[in-house]
């Protein structure tokens, strides 16, 4: 059964960093581009970062630019979001996702066009 399992979420405060992990069980991301998006109460969920399948290509949400970096270990069927400089507004349930691409060296940042998704993790950036 293919499954993205998020971890790495918690509490931080700002100015902090964390370091988000996707899992992927069930199928190989080799050939899936993967993004990270996030959803805040009251918002619609966000695009932040997405990586190509071959890792070539990154996309980042303007709001997070310089703060957050996004890779891939094709080897450990990992996907990693480091987080730094972490805002108030950064306070989110943060969601990975996949989608299947022949596509090496482009990813799009828009949830529609993914078609597996994680549980979510929760990160809070509080003082």
């Known amino acids: 059964q293919l499954q993205l399992v998020e971890s790495g979420g918690g509490l931080v405060q700002p100015g902090g960093s964390l370091r988000l992990s996707c899992a992927a069980s069930g199928f190989t991301l080799d050939y899936y581009a993967i993004g990270w998006f996030r959803q805040a109460p009251g918002k619609e969920r966000e695009g932040v970062s997405c990586?190509?399948?071959?890792?070539?290509?990154?996309n980042y949400a303007d709001s997070v630019k310089g703060r957050l970096t996004i890779s891939r270990d094709n080897a450990k069927n990992m996907v990693y979001l480091q987080m730094n400089s972490l805002k108030f507004e950064d306070t989110a349930i943060y969601y990975c996702?996949?989608?299947?691409?022949?596509?090496?060296?482009?990813?799009?940042?828009?949830?529609?066009?993914?078609?597996?998704w994680g549980q979510g993790t929760q990160v809070t950036v509080s003082s």
């Open positions: 996702a996949a989608v299947v691409t022949s596509v090496q060296a482009m990813c799009i940042l828009s949830a529609s066009e993914y078609e597996y």
């Open positions: 990586i190509s399948r071959g890792a070539g290509s990154t």
